[in-house]
């Protein structure tokens, strides 16, 4: 079967089906709703056909009446009529028009009255039924129309109703059936098409038609604008008989669904192409378009910065040189204007003595700002030429070179006191280690001995733990004293910023339990790559790990999320603090500063000081950012292609 449906044949045959079913669905929907509306099912066959045609002789005697009334020669109008055989009868009962064969009728079937109202001009303006024991309207002219319907089989609408209510009233029932069976021949036949659609049975290849070289977009407009259009000629053809209006949407309906079933077929091939929307004219004309716009917009960056940069290029002096020229000019031009010689000889005074002046300030001011420069980018050696300098000028000059004296000072003072506290802490590190070590030994000693005094066990395990306690702090120390001058050794190299998330996940996952913590983890699909030592960034994930395990609240989640931020790669730990975080984040980056301030959690307050002195020798930064009691620590590097 599956063979079958996907040749030339099969989906021929699937094609012709769904047209079909939904062609029948289509009468069977508009059959049951003129059912409903005509009465079908409350109403004997007979009592249909008369409620049907009654409507259809009001519309036919409202046109008749019309042409009749119209009729600008006062004389009895004679019309012929295939329909049904008919006379017009005004108030008086004086017959005004009627047909041709009127005179032969003994016995009218149907008469009713209706009401013509005349607009200014004396046309008729409107024709409506009226009520034969309704009160009349003295702003309305009545007339009376009987009709007899013919027996004319093939031109006769009439006799057209008659047959098609003798073949539908046996159906009344039975069409919600045709049309749910239509309906699930259509689906069936439609995914039919849609599955095969671009499939053979001699290769798993797509194949699609001829108008797949054509966009869809294009394929689709042009099929609406046909739809639109051929709307457009039937409202301004809409006074042609209905049997001929009715005839036409029948066969444009038609029509169009056949091309909307060939333009799914089409979209489905697509879609199988996985180019509906790439290969759209629309699409094209947007991407080019984007294109367009980016080349442009990156061109006028390109022209700002150059002028940016050569405006910026040019020296003080020249700036200074330029302007005041410019303004000299314009103010020359104003005094030609004005042209007075006591003006133009003020003008040339004032600029002799102005214009040297300008010159002379400008070039001092390069002095100041290079000794400026000098000292911003740490060269404290610099001096300032104070020589050629007056008044305020040479003050100032003065002070930078004053400033650059205090500097030098102070830094060689800084630096001699952090040599002198790294020699001291790691001297003295040193020298309580070697005791420490022997502690910790004999104390292990101590406590495997077998003793029946159990007091000995507890104290034993107390001075171990404090022991080991004592021995962190001290590592931690030297570390810290390291890492803030510089001291430690730091291997870069490249390095997949995922790699640190999932395993700081897989490594604290049993510990976070333990805590009553739940880590969720966010590592984008792309992947993003830094320069980092992996030693020393375990060590900062270890840290900062530590301090959420120590001070978050218990049975609530800690994020541990990374993304790329501009140019940088962003780890993001995120906690709920167990203690009111009632401290600033500078505060909590300095050393020995501890989130409880009753230091009840083990810690020495110098883990997020090493975190972020290590992340810095790596060319990355540590932030804290502390909101309620929500703690988050923000840890970025730069990122490499």
Same mark, same amino acid.
């Given at each position: 079967?599956?063979?079958?449906?996907?040749?030339?044949?099969?989906?021929?045959?699937?094609?012709?089906?769904?047209?079909?079913?939904?062609?029948?669905?289509?009468?069977?929907?508009?059959?049951?709703?003129?059912?409903?509306?005509?009465?079908?099912?409350?109403?004997?066959?007979?009592?249909?056909?008369?409620?049907?045609?009654?409507?259809?002789?009001?519309?036919?005697?409202?046109?008749?009446?019309?042409?009749?009334?119209?009729?600008?020669?006062?004389?009895?109008?004679?019309?012929?009529?295939?329909?049904?055989?008919?006379? $017009?009868?005004?108030?008086?009962?004086?017959?005004?028009?009627?047909?041709?064969?009127?005179?032969?009728?003994?016995?009218?079937?149907?008469?009713?009255?209706?009401?013509?109202?005349?607009?200014?001009?004396?046309?008729?303006?409107?024709?409506?039924?009226?009520?034969?024991?309704?009160?009349?309207?003295?702003?309305?002219?009545?007339?009376?129309?009987?009709?007899?319907?013919?027996?004319?089989?093939?031109?006769?609408?009439?006799?057209?109703?008659?047959?098609? $209510?003798? /073949?539908?009233?046996? /159906?009344?029932?039975?069409?919600?059936?045709?049309?749910?069976?239509?309906?699930?021949?259509?689906?069936?036949?439609?995914?039919?098409?849609?599955? *095969?659609?671009?499939?053979?049975?001699?290769?798993?290849?797509?194949?699609?038609?001829?108008?797949?070289?054509?966009?869809?977009?294009?394929?689709?407009?042009?099929?609406?604008?046909?739809?639109?259009?051929?709307?457009?000629?039937?409202?301004?053809?809409?006074?042609?008989?209905?049997?001929?209006?009715?005839?036409?949407?029948?066969?444009?309906? /038609?029509?169009?669904?056949?091309?909307?079933?060939?333009?799914?077929?089409?979209?489905?091939?697509?879609?199988?192409?996985? *180019?509906?929307?790439?290969?759209?004219?629309?699409?094209?004309?947007?991407?080019?378009?984007?294109?367009?716009?980016?080349?442009?917009?990156?061109?006028?960056?390109?022209?700002?910065?150059?002028?940016?940069?050569?405006?910026?290029?040019?020296?003080?002096?020249?700036?200074?040189?330029?302007?005041?020229?410019?303004?000299?000019?314009?103010?020359?031009?104003?005094?030609?204007?004005?042209?007075?010689?006591?003006?133009?000889?003020?003008?040339?005074?004032?600029?002799?003595?102005?214009?040297?002046?300008?010159?002379?300030?400008?070039?001092?001011?390069?002095?100041?700002?290079?000794?400026?420069?000098?000292?911003?980018?740490?060269?404290?050696?610099?001096?300032?030429?104070?020589?050629?300098?007056?008044?305020?000028?040479?003050?100032?000059?003065? *002070?930078?070179?004053?400033?650059?004296?205090?500097?030098?000072?102070?830094?060689?003072?800084?630096?001699?006191?952090?040599?002198?506290?790294?020699?001291?802490?790691?001297?003295?590190?040193?020298?309580?280690?070697?005791?420490?070590?022997?502690?910790?030994?004999?104390?292990?000693?101590?406590?495997?001995?077998?003793?029946?005094?159990?007091?000995?066990?507890?104290?034993?395990?107390?001075?171990?733990?404090?022991?080991?306690?004592?021995?962190?702090?001290?590592?931690?120390?030297?570390?810290?004293?390291?890492?803030?001058?510089?001291?430690?050794?730091?291997?870069?190299?490249?390095?997949?910023?995922?790699?640190?998330?999932?395993?700081?996940?897989?490594?604290?996952?049993?510990?976070?339990?333990?805590?009553?913590?739940?880590?969720?983890?966010?590592?984008?699909?792309?992947?993003?790559?830094?320069?980092?030592?992996?030693?020393?960034?375990?060590?900062?994930?270890?840290?900062?790990? *530590?301090?959420?395990?120590?001070?978050?609240?218990?049975?609530?989640?800690?994020?541990?999320?990374?993304?790329?931020?501009?140019?940088?790669?962003?780890?993001?730990?995120?906690?709920?603090?167990?203690?009111?975080?009632?401290?600033?984040?500078?505060?909590?980056?300095?050393?020995?500063?501890?989130?409880?301030?009753?230091?009840?959690?083990?810690?020495? +307050?110098?883990?997020?000081?090493?975190?972020?002195?290590?992340?810095?020798?790596?060319?990355?930064?540590?932030?804290?950012?502390?909101? +309620?009691?929500?703690?988050?620590?923000?840890?970025?590097?730069?990122?490499?292609?």
């Amino acid at each position: 079967m599956k063979r079958f449906l996907k040749s030339i044949t099969g989906k021929t045959v699937s094609f012709i089906l769904c047209v079909m079913a939904i062609c029948v669905l289509a009468a069977s929907m508009v059959c049951a709703g003129l059912m409903v509306e005509g009465n079908y099912y409350t109403q004997a066959k007979d009592q249909v056909f008369e409620n049907v045609i009654t409507g259809k002789i009001h519309r036919d005697a409202c046109s008749e009446i019309w042409s009749v009334v119209n009729n600008s020669e006062n004389e009895q109008l004679v019309i012929s009529n295939e329909q049904f055989t008919f006379e $017009i009868a005004n108030e008086e009962g004086e017959i005004i028009g009627r047909s041709e064969d009127a005179s032969n009728i003994k016995e009218w079937t149907y008469s009713y009255e209706y009401g013509v109202l005349r607009n200014e001009e004396g046309l008729v303006d409107e024709v409506f039924y009226h009520e034969k024991t309704a009160p009349r309207d003295d702003r309305l002219e009545y007339y009376t129309f009987k009709a007899n319907i013919k027996e004319n089989p093939g031109i006769n609408s009439y006799s057209t109703i008659r047959k098609v $209510i003798d /073949l539908t009233y046996p /159906l009344r029932y039975w069409i919600y059936l045709i049309g749910i069976a239509a309906l699930l021949a259509a689906i069936a036949c439609f995914i039919s098409l849609m599955a *095969n659609a671009g499939r053979r049975n001699d290769s798993e290849e797509l194949y699609p038609g001829p108008l797949n070289k054509i966009p869809f977009d294009v394929l689709a407009a042009v099929y609406v604008l046909s739809g639109v259009a051929c709307i457009a000629i039937l409202e301004q053809n809409y006074s042609l008989p209905d049997e001929f209006l009715a005839a036409a949407v029948i066969v444009l309906a /038609l029509i169009f669904l056949v091309l909307f079933i060939g333009l799914c077929i089409s979209m489905a091939v697509r879609i199988k192409q996985k *180019n509906l929307v790439k290969g759209s004219l629309t699409y094209l004309c947007l991407k080019y378009l984007w294109a367009v716009v980016v080349y442009a917009w990156d061109l006028l960056k390109k022209l700002m910065k150059s002028i940016v940069s050569f405006i910026s290029s040019i020296p003080l002096v020249w700036k200074t040189v330029v302007i005041t020229l410019g303004l000299v000019f314009i103010e020359f031009l104003f005094l030609v204007a004005l042209y007075s010689d006591f003006y133009i000889a003020f003008w040339l005074i004032k600029n002799l003595i102005l214009i040297p002046a300008v010159i002379y300030i400008a070039l001092t001011l390069r002095t100041l700002q290079q000794g400026g420069i000098a000292l911003a980018s740490g060269d404290l050696s610099y001096h300032v030429d104070t020589k050629r300098m007056i008044w305020d000028f040479r003050k100032h000059g003065e *002070n930078l070179n004053s400033i650059a004296n205090g500097m030098s000072i102070a830094v060689e003072d800084r630096l001699k006191s952090e040599r002198m506290k790294t020699e001291l802490i790691t001297n003295v590190s040193h020298d309580i280690k070697t005791p420490l070590t022997s502690i910790i030994n004999y104390a292990d000693l101590i406590g495997k001995e077998k003793t029946n005094n159990k007091k000995v066990k507890e104290y034993t395990e107390v001075l171990l733990r404090q022991s080991e306690r004592l021995k962190r702090l001290i590592d931690d120390l030297v570390e810290a004293s390291k890492a803030s001058t510089g001291n430690l050794e730091v291997n870069l190299m490249p390095c997949d910023a995922a790699t640190f998330v999932n395993q700081t996940a897989g490594e604290y996952q049993d510990r976070l339990k333990e805590c009553d913590l739940t880590l969720i983890t966010e590592v984008p699909e792309e992947e993003l790559r830094i320069m980092a030592d992996g030693r020393r960034m375990y060590r900062i994930f270890d840290n900062l790990m *530590n301090n959420i395990c120590k001070y978050a609240q218990s049975g609530t989640r800690v994020y541990l999320s990374l993304e790329r931020k501009d140019n940088d790669v962003l780890f993001v730990f995120k906690n709920t603090s167990r203690e009111q975080l009632n401290i600033s984040e500078d505060e909590l980056m300095e050393r020995f500063t501890r989130g409880d301030q009753s230091r009840n959690t083990e810690g020495n +307050g110098l883990g997020l000081s090493i975190a972020k002195s290590m992340a810095e020798l790596q060319n990355g930064s540590l932030k804290i950012v502390i909101d +309620g009691d929500l703690f988050k620590a923000n840890l970025s590097f730069p990122i490499i292609a």
